[in-house]
């Protein structure tokens, strides 16, 4: 894990949220749990759907805030149907800015519409140092976005590709950060004693389904991508916890179904707690060994 960030009340915790649209919503599971247990991360990390769940923990939003404030929005059409409405492009020369793309929403608008009030403009502002996700386009890079503005940020680290169109910031042209990082724990394994690591990415599920559609095409190649991408990264180094909540039978914009994945993903949060226990007894058992040999010796 790197050098020790713990003291005599404990290992420091980090936390870092995968992209995986929709199922991002048990996210929340994991905030709530942490909320519970008086433990405030470090350091977070995100990619897309876990880079907007990483600002609002990182501004001070609580889980159950979260929760709620989620539950207000998605769990009513009208006020999902208004929002919209004012994510619209203000005029038509907008609407077709680089390009006719009918099929490609602004995600920068849709975030502002969107995003709650506590989320800050900046990263400076923010009361835990947050690293977002986003995916270089011409660059072939990973860029990690950690200053300066943060809305762009959070909307370039969402901008899943052929739903929102990419997103300009800093001279690059950014999209999806899932793309390169699904669930970057890599980028804070040195910053805290203990990292977690939660995976939304979800699989391709048969459901019934003889033949699957473009569009389930289209979002099943790229789960498997990121599935692919993940197994990789785990070969060379793992986190201290890997969460991976049930959320295969949910689409990447099925968003209206807040309830019934919040319900079906909840056994998450005794899971995750049994985790942290287990990791800090593991800790405190590495740190004793230590000093017994340094005794020892």
Do not use: C
């Amino acid at each position: 894990m790197g050098a020790s960030k713990g003291s005599a009340v404990g290992p420091s915790f980090g936390i870092a949220f995968g992209g995986g649209g929709a199922r991002g919503l048990a996210h929340i599971h994991v905030i709530e749990v942490l909320d519970e247990l008086g433990i405030r991360p470090a350091a977070i990390a995100g990619s897309s759907i876990g880079a907007i769940m990483g600002a609002g923990m990182a501004s001070g939003m609580t889980g159950k805030d979260i929760h709620d404030y989620t539950r207000s929005i998605l769990g009513r059409r009208a006020e999902v149907a208004t929002r919209m409405w004012r994510a619209r492009p203000g005029t038509f020369a907008e609407a077709l800015q680089g390009g006719l793309r009918v099929s490609q929403f602004n995600v920068e608008r849709i975030l502002k519409a969107f995003l709650p009030d506590a989320i800050p403009e900046t990263f400076a502002e923010l009361k835990i140092p947050l690293k977002v996700t986003a995916t270089d386009f011409y660059g072939h890079k990973l860029a990690v976005l950690d200053e300066g503005e943060l809305h762009s940020a959070l909307a370039a680290s969402a901008a899943i590709p052929a739903v929102f169109r990419p997103v300009m910031r800093d001279g690059r042209l950014l999209i999806d950060g899932g793309i390169y990082n699904p669930v970057p724990f890599d980028l804070i394994e040195l910053d805290a004693d203990i990292v977690i690591a939660v995976d939304v990415v979800g699989a391709p599920p048969e459901a019934g389904r003889k033949f699957p559609t473009s569009v389930d095409l289209m979002f099943g190649a790229t789960q498997l991508m990121m599935q692919s991408i993940i197994a990789s990264k785990l070969n060379q180094s793992r986190p201290d916890i890997l969460i991976r909540p049930a959320v295969s039978k949910y689409r990447v914009l099925d968003f209206m179904k807040v309830e019934a994945l919040m319900a079906e993903t909840v056994a998450i949060k005794d899971e995750l707690k049994r985790e942290i226990e287990r990791a800090v007894e593991a800790r405190a058992k590495a740190e004793a060994s230590k000093r017994t040999n340094r005794l020892g010796g």
